[in-house]
């Protein structure tokens, strides 16, 4: 039996941890090391490999120490102890384990559980999403001997992967831009840091990333066909299963990609401003039946509950309790109308709040330096903005137009539906990547038309001379 040393709520650290902690970090320096010189001779993207993968750890670890050390509870220590239950059922009657994890959260499931392995909470193991994702932690957990900081640290691991994959897909289109993409990707403080940890956010961060970089593999018809339809369809059950409401946004935003991709091909431009309205249309009118049939699995931010969901939670949001935590875009009629009325503000407070001014501890300080480092770099975008060659820019990369389309769109969905800063910073990690990865990718193309019209002035400066 392992001597215990220490206890921060109800989360053991126990002395082996540490050891096991600085050797596996180890291996992942040597094996990290080993696949950056393997590749970057011929793949230069590789440079950051290490660099992304560090910062993708320390996020973990640091949110691990915020959580225990700062906070002492949270919902990542609710999962760590749910799922904990299942890896001590797991050594106690495997066969108990067997049917307790492929089973449903009914009493009965529950029943498999005893007073040696303990009891996952109910609250939790009776809600899908939840113990969908509990039961992507526990063989994590396994592995780690029950472990909060060395399961944290892998899956800090086994989700970077997602982040290199979306960074390697963004590069594949404009390998000019490997190094901006690299911070707009992989160092995003809010994404290292709640996409890295034992919470949902983790890993419907990283499905997200996957599905949209085998959504590229199909449009592109790269790889093996049958194998990128199949992590369409696996990645996209992850998200249903665990924050259905992301699909809201993914599926509208995958059609335009797809529609526009072809449409981007068609030699007459007449020909396709005339069909872009039509498509539009056809992706609208798909996407509204596709989500209702999602039915009650996208609960609150279903097609029939939304918009009411969005308004109570505007209202609730007045009341005391939430001491300064939350922000008001203003009531609205849980209408299409009056839901559409508030889109500059959901959409403002989505992408840039909270604020600095917002802030009421350092987890929210550290979100809103970022929030205002993005949003100082999206208005010099819109300041320098050349319309039209940003138009023709997109016409030729639908990879650009997709990801401001969702970009915009999960904005906007957040910041009419939560109006929690607490929730907000987790909620919306999903578009941060492709946001800034748009922002990066479009800044540079205007200083680069900028650069080129300053040097063939001064060359035609020179030969008037």
Same mark, same amino acid.
């Given at each position: 039996?392992?001597?215990?040393?220490?206890?921060?709520?109800?989360?053991?650290?126990?002395?082996?941890?540490?050891?096991?902690?600085? &050797?596996?970090?180890?291996?992942? #320096?040597? /094996?990290?090391?080993?696949?950056?010189?393997?590749?970057?001779?011929?793949? +230069? *993207? $590789?440079?950051?490999?290490?660099?992304?993968?560090?910062?993708?750890?320390?996020?973990?670890?640091?949110?691990?120490?915020?959580?225990?050390?700062?906070?002492?509870?949270?919902?990542?220590?609710?999962?760590?102890?749910?799922?904990?239950?299942?890896?001590?059922?797991?050594?106690?009657?495997?066969?108990?384990?067997?049917?307790?994890?492929?089973?449903?959260?009914?009493?009965?499931?529950?029943?498999?559980?005893?007073?040696?392995?303990?009891?996952?909470?109910?609250?939790?193991?009776?809600?899908?999403?939840?113990?969908?994702?509990?039961?992507?932690?526990?063989?994590?957990?396994?592995?780690?001997?029950?472990?909060?900081?060395?399961?944290?640290? &892998?899956?800090?691991?086994?989700? #970077?992967? /997602?982040?290199?994959?979306?960074?390697?897909?963004?590069?594949?289109?404009? +390998? *000019? $831009?490997?190094?901006?993409?690299?911070?707009?990707?992989?160092?995003?403080?809010?994404?290292?840091?709640?996409?890295?940890?034992?919470?949902?956010?983790?890993?419907?961060?990283?499905?997200?990333?996957?599905?949209?970089?085998?959504?590229?593999?199909?449009?592109?018809?790269?790889?093996?066909?049958?194998?990128?339809?199949?992590?369409?369809?696996?990645?996209?059950?992850?998200?249903?299963?665990?924050?259905?409401?992301?699909?809201?946004?993914?599926?509208?935003?995958?059609?335009?990609?797809?529609?526009?991709?072809?449409?981007?091909?068609?030699?007459?431009?007449?020909?396709?401003?005339?069909?872009?309205?039509?498509?539009?249309?056809?992706?609208?009118?798909?996407?509204?039946?596709?989500?209702? /049939?999602?039915?009650?699995?996208?609960?609150?931010?279903?097609?029939?509950?939304?918009?009411?969901?969005?308004?109570?939670?505007?209202?609730?949001?007045?009341?005391?309790?939430?001491?300064?935590?939350?922000?008001?875009?203003?009531?609205?009629?849980?209408?299409?109308?009056?839901?559409?009325?508030?889109?500059?503000?959901?959409?403002?407070?989505?992408?840039?709040?909270?604020?600095?001014?917002?802030?009421?501890?350092?987890?929210?300080?550290?979100?809103?330096?970022?929030?205002?480092?993005?949003?100082?770099?999206?208005?010099?975008?819109?300041?320098?903005?050349?319309?039209?060659?940003?138009?023709?820019?997109?016409?030729?990369?639908?990879?650009?137009?997709?990801?401001?389309?969702?970009?915009?769109?999960?904005?906007?969905?957040?910041?009419?539906?939560?109006?929690?800063?607490?929730?907000?910073?987790?909620?919306?990690?999903?578009?941060?990547?492709?946001?800034?990865?748009?922002?990066?990718?479009?800044?540079?193309?205007?200083?680069?038309?900028?650069?080129?019209?300053?040097?063939?002035?001064?060359?035609?400066?020179?030969?008037?001379?």
């Amino acid at each position: 039996m392992y001597v215990q040393t220490f206890t921060y709520g109800k989360v053991p650290i126990h002395f082996w941890e540490v050891l096991v902690m600085v &050797l596996l970090l180890f291996i992942v #320096y040597l /094996a990290g090391a080993a696949i950056r010189k393997r590749n970057i001779a011929k793949q +230069p *993207e $590789y440079k950051y490999f290490i660099y992304g993968l560090w910062t993708k750890i320390l996020g973990g670890l640091f949110f691990a120490c915020i959580y225990i050390f700062y906070y002492v509870q949270g919902d990542t220590t609710s999962y760590y102890e749910c799922a904990m239950s299942f890896s001590k059922l797991f050594y106690h009657d495997f066969g108990n384990f067997l049917q307790a994890y492929f089973g449903d959260g009914s009493p009965e499931t529950k029943s498999f559980f005893t007073a040696d392995t303990g009891e996952p909470m109910m609250y939790m193991f009776g809600e899908s999403s939840t113990r969908f994702t509990m039961k992507l932690i526990v063989p994590f957990m396994i592995v780690s001997g029950d472990s909060y900081f060395i399961t944290t640290l &892998l899956v800090s691991i086994f989700t #970077y992967g /997602a982040l290199w994959r979306l960074y390697m897909m963004f590069s594949s289109y404009f +390998p *000019e $831009y490997r190094k901006q993409l690299a911070f707009a990707i992989l160092f995003m403080p809010s994404v290292m840091f709640w996409g890295s940890g034992i919470l949902k956010d983790s890993f419907t961060l990283a499905a997200t990333c996957y599905l949209i970089v085998a959504f590229n593999q199909f449009i592109q018809r790269k790889g093996n066909m049958f194998l990128n339809v199949i992590s369409i369809l696996v990645f996209s059950l992850v998200v249903i299963s665990i924050k259905a409401y992301i699909m809201i946004i993914l599926m509208p935003s995958s059609f335009v990609w797809l529609f526009y991709n072809r449409i981007s091909k068609m030699k007459n431009r007449l020909l396709r401003n005339l069909i872009v309205p039509f498509v539009y249309v056809v992706i609208v009118a798909g996407s509204y039946f596709g989500l209702k /049939a999602f039915g009650e699995s996208l609960g609150k931010f279903s097609v029939d509950k939304a918009l009411k969901t969005a308004s109570i939670n505007q209202n609730d949001l007045k009341q005391e309790y939430y001491e300064g935590n939350s922000f008001d875009i203003g009531d609205f009629e849980p209408t299409i109308a009056g839901a559409l009325s508030k889109f500059p503000q959901a959409t403002m407070a989505g992408l840039f709040r909270p604020y600095l001014w917002d802030t009421r501890n350092v987890v929210m300080l550290l979100s809103g330096l970022e929030n205002l480092f993005i949003m100082g770099l999206t208005f010099l975008v819109l300041l320098r903005m050349k319309w039209k060659r940003i138009y023709l820019f997109v016409s030729d990369h639908p990879i650009i137009l997709y990801s401001m389309v969702f970009s915009v769109l999960f904005a906007y969905m957040v910041g009419l539906t939560t109006p929690n800063f607490g929730a907000l910073v987790r909620f919306k990690i999903p578009l941060i990547p492709l946001y800034m990865a748009c922002l990066m990718v479009i800044y540079g193309e205007l200083r680069k038309k900028h650069t080129l019209g300053f040097e063939a002035k001064k060359l035609r400066k020179n030969s008037v001379k």
